[in-house]
Nanobody, 125 residues
C-alpha cells in the first residue's frame, strides 16, 4: 500500500555532512507524520527526527539537535534528513518511517506504520 525508498547514505569523514532522502509512493494520501530512525549493530532502533504533514512541527533526539534538520516536500512525497557535523557515533543504518495517525509527531518506533529498507551511514574518524 505504501512504499518508502531511501537514498543518500554513504561514507563520510567526521565533521562532514550527508543528506538522506525518502520517497513515498502508493497510498500516500493516508500518511501524516514522517520520521527517521537509526540502528547501530547490537543496538535498539532509536528515534532521530520526525516532522508533521505540514512541516510545522518537528521533533529531534537530543543527540542530534542542532546538527540534523528534517524537512519534507509533499509535492514530491519526500522527506529529507540533512545531517551536519557528523561524528562516528552517528554511524548506523538509517530508516525512514511514516505514520497514518494524524496530529502527532511520534518519537516511538512502534507507532509508525511503514518503513523503508534502510540506508547505511558510516562516519569515519
Amino acid at each position: 500500500q505504501v512504499q518508502l525508498v531511501e537514498s543518500g547514505g554513504g561514507l563520510v569523514q567526521a565533521g562532514g555532512s550527508l543528506r538522506l532522502s525518502c520517497a513515498a509512493s502508493g497510498r500516500t494520501f493516508s500518511l501524516n507524520t514522517m520520521g527517521w530512525f537509526r540502528q547501530a549493530p547490537g543496538q535498539e532502533r532509536e528515534f532521530v527526527a520526525a516532522i508533521s504533514w505540514s512541516g510545522g512541527r518537528t521533533s529531534y533526539a537530543d543527540s542530534v539537535k542542532g546538527r540534523f534538520t528534517i524537512s519534507r516536500d509533499n509535492a514530491k512525497n519526500t522527506v529529507y534528513l540533512q545531517m551536519n557535523s557528523l561524528n562516528p557515533e552517528d554511524t548506523a543504518v538509517y530508516y525512514c518511517a511514516a505514520e497514518k495517525t494524524p496530529y502527532v509527531v511520534d518519537r516511538r518506533a512502534s507507532e509508525y506504520d511503514y518503513w523503508g529498507q534502510g540506508t547505511q551511514v558510516t562516519v569515519s574518524s
